[in-house]
């Protein structure tokens, strides 16, 4: 491997012009990219720049937004069977863009299903149609395109990132796309001499070894980023240490989950030997697999986004609080309303809806054995169409559950004013959000008057604002009799198809059991009964401890309950809120 490295960082601009002409180069080896950024200007640049690069060009299939499985993978021609009255197969849009692009727009909403249809046909290089009395397969290679044009935590589909080599960020570049300098007849020498480009093992251990300290746990990491190294190796018309550094910034970079460790200076100079090298000797001198590593990683290091760190250290997940932020309730599935999810095999009954297109394609195949059957010849056409009952398909629908959250609060003892004012802030603060999340709010109290229903679910801001203001106060903590109504709550929830969720603030102390009777051990037994109930009805749920220091018996109930546990002693309407979101967002 020559020496030498180029010490000089590349602006962003230039990377991204340098990841289109190594695409360029080798489209279905290095996957493809995702372009993260505002639809239009940067993302049209960098796509109209890839073109003009690739010599001979790459046609451009665009994938529709919610494509069936018929429009994706392929399946029967309806129109072109019942004209020839035998099945004939329609190519999908993953069979026709064979040695092209696979254009996907908006694909952070992409599906996990759609997702793991386009991953399994670029591992195997080729689309199977096994449906509808069928059985074909097609060969196929793509370069996927994703536009990502997510808000905030919005990602392309795990399964899909990974198989991409380059992740680039177009929105710092502004409005102009800088160009790599290279020609479409440089492309078509450095695809010549890509096969030419071979590393040795120190190389692979090198590109491996910061995969690990970046915290990439994905095999085909490295294995792109080598390929992205022989790419740059190809253009530049021999291999280097360069190519190493390229490959691990433009590749490995973008995927790091955890920041590398930082080493003492004072111990790195006290552990490096001593050397009398003269300056010839140095530069002639190739650098060790440690040396090299040590500048590969900095090299990548320097274009980690500057916000890594601060996604790192926050402990809530992406997925919790982009749903917490929607109010996402459990799916279901329905035959009358809600989002097209499908087809499946079905009789028309309880409103279900018959999707004719479907059905005609299920009966389609074996028009000419009906036909034949019917009239005893097999050369026998009609225009008639036969269905019969096993070809009826109806209509898959989903809907996401609206959610209720019950706010189950403890109303008892002296400090019960403190907890009350933080359970009215809390759920002030929520309903301000149901407005926009279309969600609703519940709540029960509990306290030496027994357990009230004070608030029905609702969204109205003005009636839980009125019923608020008068909460009861003082005297016993009958737990488990509170646990029993918020479980009685939750099914007729469930029962209205909505989701339930159960906030309980309580110190965890209880000390009235069913039957009324005082004493904090049968109390405390109640309460774990209850709370088991209210686990086996799969019931959502967050415990918070107001007590001053936690308390253990409410860490048992949290257990029982199978809620999350969040000690708060001094809680407030708006830390309340805000673990109400985060938890319970899923």
């Known amino acids: 491997m020559p020496d030498g490295l180029d010490h000089s960082e590349p602006t962003p601009a230039q990377d991204a012009a340098l990841a289109a002409a190594m695409l360029a180069v080798d489209p279905f080896g290095l996957g493809g990219a995702v372009l993260r950024g505002r639809s239009g200007g940067m993302q049209e640049s960098w796509l109209a720049g890839l073109q003009e690069l690739v010599p001979d060009g790459l046609v451009t299939h665009r994938l529709p937004t919610h494509a069936t499985d018929d429009r994706l993978l392929g399946g029967l021609d309806l129109t072109a069977t019942l004209a020839a009255g ?49 059985a074909q397969q097609h060969a196929t290679r793509f370069s996927v395109i994703a536009l990502d044009e997510g808000i905030d935590d919005e990602k392309v589909p795990a399964a899909l990132r990974d198989r991409l080599a380059f992740h680039l960020d177009l929105d710092p570049l502004g409005d102009r796309y800088e160009t790599s300098g290279f020609a479409p007849e440089d492309i078509r020498d450095a695809r010549a001499r890509l096969s030419e480009m071979v590393w040795g093992d120190e190389a692979v251990s090198v590109l491996c070894n910061v995969a690990l300290a970046f915290g990439i746990a994905s095999f085909n990491a490295p294995i792109l980023a080598m390929r992205a190294a022989s790419c740059s190796a ?8 360069q190519d190493i550094a390229n490959a691990a910034r433009l590749v490995l970079a973008p995927r790091a989950t955890v920041l590398p460790p930082m080493e003492d200076e004072e111990v790195q100079e006290q552990t490096q030997p001593e050397r009398n090298e003269s300056e010839s000797d140095q530069e002639q001198r190739q650098p060790t697999d440690a040396e090299l590593q040590d500048v590969v990683l900095a090299a990548a290091q320097a274009a980690i986004p500057p916000n890594l760190l601060a996604r790192l250290l926050d402990k809530r997940s992406v997925r919790q609080r982009r749903d ?10 329905t035959v009358r309303r809600g989002r097209p999810a499908g087809t499946r095999r079905g009789t028309l009954r309880n409103g279900a809806r018959l999707n004719v297109l479907e059905t005609l394609r299920a009966a389609a195949p074996w028009q000419s054995l009906r036909a034949q059957s019917r009239t005893g010849s ?24 609206e959610t209720v959250t019950v706010f189950v609060v403890d109303a008892s003892g002296s400090t019960a004013l403190h907890r009350l004012a933080e359970a009215k802030g809390a759920v002030e603060l929520l309903l301000a959000d149901c407005y926009v999340r279309r969600d609703q709010v519940a709540l029960i109290a509990f306290g030496g008057r027994g357990t009230e229903l004070l608030l029905p679910p609702t969204r109205s801001l003005t009636r839980a604002r009125r019923r608020l203001a008068d909460l009861p106060g003082g005297g016993g903590t009958p737990l488990a009799d509170a646990l029993e109504q ?19 603030l309580t110190d965890g102390r209880p000390n009235l059991s069913r039957d009324g009777r005082k004493g904090r051990e049968a109390a405390e037994a109640d309460a774990v009964d209850a709370a088991g109930m209210l686990r086996h009805d799969g019931v959502a749920a967050l415990l918070i401890d107001t007590s001053p220091r936690g308390e253990q018996s409410a860490m048992r109930i949290a257990e029982a309950v199978g809620a999350q546990y969040v000690a708060l002693p001094h809680a407030d309407a708006q830390s309340v809120s805000q673990e109400v979101r985060a938890r319970l967002g899923n």
């Open 324 to 333: 917490a932020a929607k109010g996402a309730g459990a799916e279901q599935q």
């Open 378 to 401: 097999a050369t026998a056409s009609s225009r008639r169409i036969v269905v019969k009952p096993d070809d009826f398909r109806v209509r898959r629908l989903k809907e996401k559950r």
């Open 486 to 504: 918020a479980g009685v709550l939750a099914q007729a929830i469930k029962r209205k198809h909505q989701t339930p969720a159960v906030v309980l």
């Open 234 to 241: 190809a253009l530049r018309g021999s291999a280097s240490d």
């Open 86 to 134: 035998r099945p004939l197969v329609e190519r999908g849009i993953l069979a026709r863009a064979n040695e092209g692009i696979l254009l996907v727009p908006s694909a952070e909403r992409l599906t996990a299903t759609t997702a793991a249809k386009i991953v399994g046909t670029m591992d195997t290089g080729e689309v199977r149609i096994e449906r509808d009395g069928l």
